[in-house]
């Protein structure tokens, strides 16, 4: 399977360190499946959550807000309390939004354009992987967060705009790990997961590249130190021994 070239340089050059084989090896078990599908679908609604909660914080006004909730809604009662299908799910990621920037916030719209943008997509790739789930039958259990977020967002500063920028930068560390891992586990799976995982690339890059233009443009001084701090961290997160193995979990103990 190929993807195009030069696609992943960026993402190799911002994570400070590449997945370990043994996680490979661990996630491309048979019987990880499982955990492997439910956790990223998983990560497909929270990355759409932390959008919307970020526009939502910064960035719109109450209707738009209202809307933005509804919007996620449905995705939500499957994952928590496994409420609709396949056929209730169907398109719902796909209705054009009358999003409105609140009066006097700044950067405002560019937040508005590349995160609603970015929920559409994390909603699709929600269903899609529902698809997959139904034609592999894998049935649907929740499944709870492991440490990496949680150790990534612990990091957030207090004060703005700093704290914004921290949760942006965050964002792009998460997209980048998520687009690494799937293009270096996509060639040890079966060809439908493969083909999926590699079409993911293209839209986890760009979401990435999206968070770290934001973070430049809200921060008011220079990021490369703070990006070299929190990819740091995430970098240990990755390396250090984890028992828990879920899609961004640490080195398999
Ligand atoms: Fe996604
Ligand atoms: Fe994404």
Redesign the pocket.
């Known amino acids: 399977m190929i993807y195009e070239q030069g696609l992943l340089e960026p993402i190799y050059a911002f994570l400070n360190c590449e997945t370990p084989e043994e996680w490979i090896e661990k996630a491309s078990r048979p019987e990880n499946l499982s955990i492997i599908l439910r956790d990223h679908m998983i990560c497909?609604l929270k990355?759409a959550q932390s959008a919307m909660f970020l526009i939502r914080k910064y960035a719109v006004d109450k209707p738009s807000a209202l809307q933005l909730s509804q919007w996620i809604k449905p995705y939500e009662e499957f994952a928590y309390k496994k409420m609709g299908d396949l056929n209730s799910l169907k398109g719902k990621s796909n209705v054009s939004k009358q999003i409105e920037v609140r009066a006097g916030s700044p950067y405002g719209q560019e937040l508005v354009d590349k995160m609603v943008l970015l929920i559409k997509?994390?909603l699709h790739?929600f269903y899609q992987v529902m698809e997959l789930m139904e034609k592999k039958q894998v049935e649907y259990e929740l499944i709870e967060a492991g440490r990496y977020a949680k150790g990534l967002l612990k990091h957030v500063t207090t004060f703005e705009p700093d704290a914004l920028v921290d949760k942006l930068i965050i964002g792009a560390l998460i997209e980048a790990r998520s687009c690494e891992r799937f293009a270096k586990l996509a060639p040890h799976l079966d060809e439908d997961l493969e083909k999926f995982y590699v079409s993911?690339l293209r839209?986890?890059a760009r979401h990435y590249q999206d968070y770290l233009t934001l973070a430049e443009l809200v921060s008011n001084k220079d990021i490369t130190e703070r990006v070299e701090f929190l990819a740091g961290v995430e970098a240990e997160l990755i390396m250090s021994p984890d028992e828990d193995f879920k899609f961004h979990s640490g080195m398999p103990s």
Do not use: K
């Open positions: 497909e990355a997509e994390e790739h993911l839209s986890e």
